[in-house]
T-cell receptor, first 115, second 119 residues
Framework: AQKITQTQPGMFVQEKEAVTLDCTYD???????LFWYKQPSSGEMIFLIYQGSYDEQNATEGRYSLNFQKARKSANLVISASQLGDSAMYFC????????????FGSGTRLQVQP | DARVTQTPRDKVTEMGQEVTMRCQPI?????VFWYRQTMMQGLELLAY????????DSGMPKDRFSAEMPDATLATLKIQPSEPRDSAVYFCASGLTLGQAHKVNYGYTFGSGTRLTVV
C-alpha cells in the first residue's frame, strides 16, 4: 500500500487565490512527522512546512499552512494568496517514528499559478 | 544559510563507466540520505547513514551501487558499471535525528542534486 498518496497530478490556481494540495498517509505508528517540499523547475527541493503527529495545532509558515486531520490521515497543504513563483511541483512526505527515519515521498502535485 | 553541497551538478557518461557523486552535508547534521528521482518512480530512497554508519541501503542495487561516508563532511555514491537506466537526478539530504525526539521538527535539507545521464 502507498504510504503517501497525492491524488492531484496537476492543479491550476489564479494568482492571489488560495489553493489546497491534498495528501493522505498511511502508518500504524503513533509518532510520525509530515512534511511538504517544493520543487521548482530549477530542480532543488525546498522544505516548506512540518507537522508532528502530536502537534495539536495546524502548522503555519507564512503563506503556507497544513490542514492536519489525524483521524482522516490527511495533511493537506494550503497556500494562501498564490504568487506566480509558487508554480512548482509539491511533494508530501512522511517520516515514521519507529525504525527508519527516512522520508517517504508522494508522487507530487504540479501547481501552476496563472496571472 | 547552511547548504548541502553536491558535486558534480551534471554528469554525462558512457555505459560501463564508473560514476562517483559527492555530497558535503551541513556541518553538525548526523543523518545523510541519498535519494534518486525519476519520472517513473518518483523519489526513491537509496541509502541512509546516521553518525556515518549505514543504516539502510535496501533501496540500492547492491551489485553496482555503493554508498560510503569516509568522514563526517563527505558522503559518496558510486555506480560501477553505470547503465542507461541509472539516468536520474540523485539527491543528497542531511538532517539531525536525535533518538526518539519525534516531536521535534528536524526537517531535512536537500542538495541541488546531480543530474546523471548514462548514454
Amino acid at each position: 500500500a502507498q504510504k503517501i498518496t497525492q491524488t492531484q497530478p496537476g492543479m491550476f490556481v489564479q494568482e492571489k487565490e488560495a489553493v489546497t494540495l491534498d495528501c493522505t498517509y498511511d502508518t500504524s505508528d503513533q509518532s510520525y512527522g509530515l512534511f511538504w517540499y517544493k520543487q521548482p523547475s530549477s530542480g532543488e527541493m525546498i522544505f516548506l512546512i512540518y507537522q508532528g503527529s502530536y502537534d495539536e495545532q495546524n502548522a503555519t509558515e507564512g503563506r503556507y499552512s497544513l490542514n492536519f486531520q489525524k483521524a482522516r490521515k490527511s495533511a493537506n497543504l494550503v497556500i494562501s494568496a498564490s504568487q506566480l513563483g509558487d508554480s512548482a511541483m509539491y511533494f508530501c512526505a512522511m517520516r515514521e517514528g519507529t525504525g527508519r527515519r527516512a522520508l517517504t515521498f508522494g508522487s507530487g502535485t504540479r501547481l501552476q499559478v496563472q496571472p | 544559510d547552511a547548504r548541502v553541497t553536491q558535486t558534480p551538478r551534471d554528469k554525462v557518461t558512457e555505459m560501463g563507466q564508473e560514476v562517483t557523486m559527492r555530497c558535503q552535508p551541513i556541518l553538525g547534521h548526523n543523518t545523510v540520505f541519498w535519494y534518486r528521482q525519476t519520472m517513473m518512480q518518483g523519489l526513491e530512497l537509496l541509502a541512509y547513514f546516521r553518525n556515518r554508519a549505514p543504516l539502510d541501503d535496501s533501496g540500492m542495487p547492491k551489485d553496482r551501487f555503493s554508498a560510503e561516508m569516509p568522514d563526517a563532511t563527505l558522503a559518496t555514491l558510486k555506480i560501477q558499471p553505470s547503465e542507461p537506466r541509472d539516468s536520474a537526478v540523485y539527491f543528497c539530504a542531511s538532517g539531525l535525528t536525535l533518538g526518539q525526539a519525534h516531536k521535534v521538527n528536524y526537517g531535512y535539507t536537500f542538495g541541488s542534486g546531480t543530474r546523471l545521464t548514462v548514454v
